[in-house]
């Protein structure tokens, strides 16, 4: 509250002080304005359209640029008048004088016809050209159109009678290159005759080697029968000491349906992604189009693609020990085991674990 009472005691004071230096200052500009006024005024001109202190130095101005163009004048003509006249052009034989005549256009046009004479009488004569078998020169009788159709009447004629020597050519090539046709036929006899013994020799040959190879083919199909049972029965004691449904049952016992989310094997795992699949330990790998999605059964050829993501430690899943030349690899969520050599599939577990 003292703090305004203080305020308002010196605005009291200072709004008064101010009002009377404004005045002050008002007063001293005036007679400035009316001294501005003055001198402009004494610069306008007068009435009369003259003013006062500029007007003679104007007319001294324009009396001293019309003198200096006078000189500049009178130089350029003391100038051209003392240069020298130019001298007259040689006459030449190639441009000739125009005529002097002064007359119409006749004695124009005369003038040119003697000129051309002239220049035809300076020319030396053309020599005749030869005469060749190629361009014979044409008949100089004069007539009338009748020699000249006694001439075409003349060319078809001979033109006839090339024409009939050509086709009576012709027909005499054609008989000397036609063969007799009963040489042809016994020409054929013999070649029949020739090829019959041949024909035989080449069936007993064909017989022969039928027998054999149907002999080889029963000997390689019983050796791949054989060796087919043998695979069957290491498959066979495979399947008996390695159970599908007791290794599900006992795999869900020893582990919880998440057990893969906290494993370092899916540790780069980030949900599906559609053409890829995710193999533990190996990551994401690109699936051709035609194998994704698919699922595979027994006996069937796993594609080479998924050959290469083998189960590192089929321990670790409870797996029977692979059979030798055998693996098991992962698919997808899927674990197969596979014939190395060839990709059959001898075993398979689908859904080994839910994504």
């Known amino acids: 509250m003292k703090r305004f009472i203080v305020a308002t005691a010196i605005a009291s004071l200072v709004v008064p002080i101010m009002a009377s230096a404004s005045e002050a200052f008002a007063q001293d500009r005036r007679p400035d304005r009316n001294s501005e006024m ?22 001294q101005r324009e009396e001293a640029r019309q003198e200096r163009r006078q000189e500049r004048r009178n130089d350029r003509q003391e100038r051209r008048e003392d240069r020298p006249a130019r001298p007259e052009r040689p006459q030449t034989d190639r441009t000739p004088p125009p005529p002097q005549t002064g007359g119409p256009r006749t004695d124009r046009r005369e003038d040119r016809r003697d000129r051309r004479e002239d220049r035809r009488g300076d020319r030396p004569n053309r020599p005749d050209r030869p005469q060749t078998d190629r361009r014979p020169t044409p008949p100089q009788t004069g007539g009338p159109r009748t020699d000249r159709r006694e001439d075409r009447r ?6 006839r009678d090339d024409r009939q020597d050509r086709r009576e050519d012709r027909r005499d090539w054609d008989r000397d290159r036609r063969p007799n046709p009963d040489a042809r036929r016994d020409d054929r006899r013999n070649d029949r005759s020739d090829r019959r013994p041949d024909r035989r020799d080449d069936r007993w ?9 149907r002999w080889d083919r029963r000997d390689d199909r019983r050796d791949d029968r054989r060796e087919a049972r043998r695979d069957r029965r290491e498959y066979r004691e495979f399947r008996q000491r390695w159970n599908r449904d007791h290794w599900r049952r006992d795999w869900q016992r020893r582990q919880q349906a998440n057990w893969w989310r906290h494993h370092s094997w899916f540790g780069g795992y980030s949900g599906l992604r559609v053409g890829f699949y995710y193999a533990p330990s190996y990551g ?26 083998q189960v590192n430690d089929y321990r670790f899943y409870g797996l029977g020990y692979p059979p030798v030349g055998t693996r098991w690899v992962h698919v997808d969520n899927h674990i197969y085991l596979i014939d190395q050599y060839d990709g059959y599939i001898i075993e398979v577990i689908y859904d080994a674990w839910n994504w």
Request: net charge positive; glycine share 8%.
């Open 38 to 59: 003055t001198r402009e005024q004494a610069r306008r001109p007068d009435s009369s359209g003259s003013t006062r202190g500029a007007a003679p130095q104007r007319q």
């Open 154 to 159: 003349d060319r078809r004629e001979d033109r």
């Open 205 to 213: 040959d064909r017989r022969d080697d039928r027998r054999g190879d």
């Open 284 to 309: 994401y790998y690109q699936v051709p189009r035609q194998h994704w999605g698919r699922r595979w059964s027994e006996g069937d050829y796993l594609p080479s693609v998924f050959w290469r993501y």
